[in-house]
């Protein structure tokens, strides 16, 4: 695809750029689907039921978008997913992610490939509008629980001189150990906070669909995701 | 015209029996059922950002801007990313409810239904139910389901809290409608600003919904009880619009 001219990184790290986006949210509607199952289930446990099912719907509408041609940038592919998923996924995840995708594409601007600082950027862009949407905080039991790590590791990898695809394995890598974290939390938002003290005990469904999210963006980079 | 309000529910029949139960104290307001999302013939239980936009679209045609009420989390949300989509002009016409869906759209349709601008109809919608604490909803559930009256109030008198000047007074409603929904949002809606705790029959003075809930007719006693810097004022005001019933005949 499209090869730039300012060929930064030595190594024969993948160029992020408008392929890798659509292949990042091709590879996140089949990781959803697969997992459907287990989001649906572990919000059963602790909310509605709906995550998976919603999620699925939102990928797949997202599949169908992306089938009727190709944005220009990674920031268009990422608008055009906030989009869809805004109008398709119908629970709380569709305004989040929503918000999540419209920051990380507003941070890209309009660039045609994306540096390791630009990913490390549009992570944190994307946390902090999950923050500001949903007023959740570190803690709560909620996605801000593996966005954070995220944000943080790959800001570390980045200012450590990573390659891009590296950045992005290692906030696939913390958001993953994020989500795990959140298994003894008792919620503090969203419809599992109704459940108080019997919300522990499982892992929380936004938290465990952002490091699906994330791992299927590093994988489409040719991340290493342990 | 009047101010428009959208009803924003994860239930399509939340949203249309809101609507419904507004509409009736409400008739000249434009209400919209925002309710569900796309799937399962429409009845999908979640939020719908298009059916939110779309819902704001229709209910600002009454030009005098449109008030927003919605259910649980991921409502909010949906209706502050739609709000976040509009230009700057259609932005300004619209508010953001925090309040109780059902307590607060039928206060906020009583108050549209008067006139109001749309700051006093977000007042009133949000001014509903101040809390969903059961403790205080108390007074709502008993005066609502017992009998109501005046004895009630008399009795608590003396437990009242409060700083300040306290006054007190009684008038009986000479109107042939009593307190019925349109006094009752023009009392609350002419006590909200001031300084003062204020209690009618031992219900807060400046919710609509709790002055509805009391049910007085014409004859009965209206009881007021204020404490604050403003508590004389508050006496004077609702003694002067029992006094001349309303403007409403007798």
């Known amino acids: 695809m499209s090869v730039e001219g300012t060929a930064g990184d030595a190594g024969a790290a993948t160029t992020l750029d408008t392929a890798w986006a659509v292949r990042w949210m091709r590879d996140t509607a089949q990781v959803v689907s697969e997992n459907r199952a287990l989001l649906i289930d572990l919000d059963r446990a602790i909310g509605d039921a709906d995550h998976g099912e919603n999620l699925d ?29 805004m109008s398709t996924v119908g629970g709380a995840a569709g305004p989040l992610y929503g918000t999540a995708f419209l920051r990380a594409a507003t941070s890209l601007g309009d660039a045609t490939a994306v540096e390791p600082s630009g990913v490390a950027g549009m992570i944190a862009a994307a946390r902090d509008g999950i923050v500001a949407r949903g007023k959740a905080e570190v803690g709560d039991k909620t996605m801000v629980d593996a966005w954070t790590p995220a944000a943080e590791a790959a800001q570390t990898a980045a200012l450590a001189g990573a390659t891009a695809p590296e950045v992005l394995a290692a906030a696939a890598n913390a958001a993953h ?3 795990v974290a959140t298994e003894p939390l008792i919620a503090r938002k969203g419809r599992a906070s109704y459940l108080g003290e019997r ?28 | 015209m009047s101010v428009g309000l959208v009803i924003v529910s994860h239930s399509r029949k939340i949203a249309e029996g809101v609507v419904e139960l507004a ?20 009845a999908r239980i979640g939020t719908s950002f298009d059916r939110v936009q779309a819902g704001i679209e229709e209910a600002s045609g009454g030009g005098d801007g449109v008030v927003v009420l919605t259910d649980l989390g991921s409502a909010v949300m949906t209706a502050e990313m739609v709000l976040e989509f509009l230009e700057p002009d259609a932005r300004s016409a ?36 101040v809390s969903i604490r059961p403790e205080e909803l108390e007074p709502f559930v008993s005066h609502a389901a ?19 000047p306290r006054a007190g007074g009684s008038w009986t409603l000479p109107n042939e409608m009593g307190l019925h929904a349109r006094p009752a949002a023009a009392l609350a ?16 003075g400046k919710s609509v ?7 007085l007719g014409q004859g009965r006693t209206v009881t007021v009880e204020a404490s604050g810097p403003d508590a004389q004022a508050a006496l004077d005001f609702v003694g002067q619009a029992v006094e001349s019933g309303f403007g409403e005949p007798s």
């Open chain 2, 146 to 164: 017992a009998a109501p009256g005046s004895e009630a109030a008399g009795s608590r008198g003396a437990a009242s809290s409060g700083d300040g």
């Open chain 1, 177 to 179: 150990a994020g989500a």
């Open chain 1, 57 to 85: 719907r939102g990928f797949g509408a997202v599949l169908s978008k992306l089938d009727d041609g190709t944005p220009e940038t990674p920031a268009a592919v990422l608008k055009l997913v906030a989009m869809t998923l």
């Open chain 2, 209 to 215: 919904m709790l002055l509805m809930s009391l049910g």
């Open chain 1, 199 to 226: 919300s522990a005990g499982h892992q929380d469904p936004g938290a465990v669909s952002t490091a699906l999210i994330l791992q299927a963006a590093a994988e489409a980079a040719g991340g290493e995701v342990a």
């Open chain 2, 23 to 42: 509409a009736q104290m409400a008739p000249d307001v434009v209400l919209v059922a925002a309710g569900g999302a796309d799937g399962d013939g429409g």
């Open chain 2, 94 to 129: 619209v508010r953001l409810a925090q309040a109780a869906l059902v307590e607060g759209a039928v206060a906020a349709a009583v108050q549209a239904q008067g006139g109001s601008s749309i700051d006093e109809v977000l007042r009133a919608a949000e001014g509903a139910v």
């Open chain 2, 189 to 204: 809606a002419g006590l909200a600003d001031l300084d003062a705790e204020i209690t009618v029959n031992g219900v807060d």
